[in-house]
């Protein structure tokens, strides 16, 4: 039985693992074991039969700035989505996207944004595509590691508000 639960420090192997897999692809960003453990309580984990078969993060950012002025917003990241490859098509992604975000929504970010290469699925999940300057320069730190960055980057940028 499918089970979506965040992430606990027994699962930072397993989610290191998953991302690992799919960033060798040059599907998303590679993580360090010390990151995953910076960062373990952004992370959602699917498990199934006590395997963890899919991961998420959110990375709350803070409120959103536009034009030099403090919108409404209160801004989260969704990053490290991957679901193992044996375990795609069957919802598993997407029970991992709305887990994470209604969690969120809970402590009260409003807006969720991503930066992906499937962007039918991110539709899918009810966000929309925006230029990639509107996001907030704090997010580039992440992004000085990757070879593409910045002038060949050829991700999409997409929000949801929650
Ligand atoms: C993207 C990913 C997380 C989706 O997880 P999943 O469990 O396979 O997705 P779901 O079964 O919940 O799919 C939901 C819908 O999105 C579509 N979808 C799934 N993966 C897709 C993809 N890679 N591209 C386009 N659409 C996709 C499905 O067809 C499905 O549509 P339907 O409802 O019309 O059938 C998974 O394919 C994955 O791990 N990919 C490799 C890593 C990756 O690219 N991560 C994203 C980094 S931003």
Not at 62 to 77: A, F, P, S
Request: aromatic share 10%; charged share 30%; proline share 2%.
């Amino acid at each position: 039985m499918l089970m979506i639960r965040k992430a606990a420090i027994g699962d930072v192997e397993a989610i290191k693992s998953i991302i690992n897999a799919h960033a060798k692809k040059g599907l998303m960003l590679p993580r360090a074991t010390y990151e995953v453990y910076e960062t373990i309580r952004d992370f959602y984990v699917a498990q199934e039969n006590r395997k963890v078969i899919g991961c998420c993060a959110i990375h709350i950012y803070g409120r959103e700035y536009k034009d030099n002025t403090i919108t409404e917003h209160v801004l989260g990241e969704l990053r490290s989505l991957a679901v193992l490859p044996a375990n795609q098509g069957n919802d598993v992604g997407t029970e991992l996207v709305e887990y994470a975000i209604s969690d969120v929504k809970s402590i009260g970010i409003t807006k969720v944004f991503t930066l992906t290469y499937v962007k039918d699925f991110f539709k899918k999940m009810k966000f929309w595509e925006i230029k990639r300057h509107e996001l907030p320069q704090k997010i580039w730190s992440d992004c000085k590691g990757c070879i593409k960055f910045p002038d060949e980057c050829d991700e999409t940028a997409m929000v949801r508000e929650i």
